[in-house]
């Protein structure tokens, strides 16, 4: 199998280097297209893969492409190619918004598609990535598709009625996330802390609780507990953040963003 990326952009690049890494598929099994040539040079230079910015080229030589374009290029990309995408073709997108049936009526023919949604996480190997596919993927391509996105991360396959709620919660999250980073790292740094050093205790401590969590199995109310000392300076901590609606915040910032992917 050929696998071909129309867009070569940070998350083509994090999951061609998965593939890579993981040699899941060698070099001369990789294309890309990019709109830019300079795009183009890099993909050659970082990964030794064949790029063009001719996307016509990846639809006739890749058996599985990947859209991995803007939401607002969707519809122009998938008219420029749809004329020489056939059924044998396995079509995954990775844009928030983009439904199956939307898809699949751009394409004006029956296509095999998965709609996958991973994070900017990816590009260090630890992405997630919420999976769904429609009636005319086999298990075994959805299977393939898995492996693919497992290679820089996990995946997991959801119904799609679900794929909003993964936008939230792990698509858009690192932003929430480098937010709360950003922000512990300023009240260190006006306790004194260099802000370099307080970037890494910050980092660390979030980085080491996630893993705490996923590898403990405990409940993250538990594990909150666990920190706070009767009478201790986290419960004081705690008291000022669920005073100010840090919980409240967190959970209509996430609706507000699965809303927003339902409008795309």
């Known amino acids: 199998m050929k696998l071909g990326f129309i867009g070569g952009g940070n998350m083509a690049s994090a999951m061609l280097k998965g593939i890579l890494e993981r040699r899941l598929l060698d070099r001369e099994h990789l294309i890309a297209s990019d709109v830019s040539e300079e795009s183009c040079r890099r993909l050659r230079e970082r990964f030794g893969i064949e790029a ?3 996307n016509l080229k990846v639809a006739a030589q890749a058996q599985c492409i990947v859209l991995a374009v803007k939401p607002q290029y969707y519809q122009d990309v998938i008219r420029q190619i749809r004329d020489d995408i056939s059924a044998g ?11 199956l049936e939307w898809l699949e009526e751009c394409f004006v023919k029956d296509v095999k ?3 996958a949604m991973p994070n900017t996480p990816a590009q260090v190997g630890a992405g997630m990535t919420g999976i769904c596919a429609n009636a005319h993927v086999t ?11 497992d290679s820089f991360g996990k995946s997991a396959v959801l119904p ?4 909003d709620a993964a936008v939230a919660v792990s698509g858009s999250s690192p932003a929430y996330v480098f ?4 922000a512990l790292a300023d009240a260190a740094v006006a306790e004194g802390m260099p802000r370099k ?28 507990d ?11 901590a705690v008291r000022v953040l669920e005073g100010k609606g840090f919980r409240s915040s967190v959970i209509e910032a996430a609706k507000a963003c699965a809303k927003k992917a339902r409008q795309l």
């Not at 298990?139 to 996105?149: G, Q």
């Not at 937010?179 to 950003?182: Q, T």
């Not at 666990?226 to 004081?236: A, D, L, N, R």
């Open 139 to 149: 298990k075994e391509e959805l299977h393939m598709v898995c492996r693919i996105f």
């Open 89 to 99: 073709h396995l079509i995954v997108t990775i844009a928030p918004g983009k439904t």
């Open 113 to 115: 598609i998965v709609r």
């Open 226 to 236: 666990m920190v706070c000392s009767p009478g201790g300076t986290t419960i004081e």
């Open 160 to 163: 799609e009625s679900m794929m």
């Open 52 to 54: 063009t910015q001719d």
């Open 197 to 224: 050093m307080a970037y890494e205790f910050a980092a660390q401590a979030v980085y080491g609780s996630a893993k705490m969590m996923l590898e403990t199995g405990m409940h993250p109310a538990e594990l909150k």
């Open 179 to 182: 937010l709360f980073l950003e």
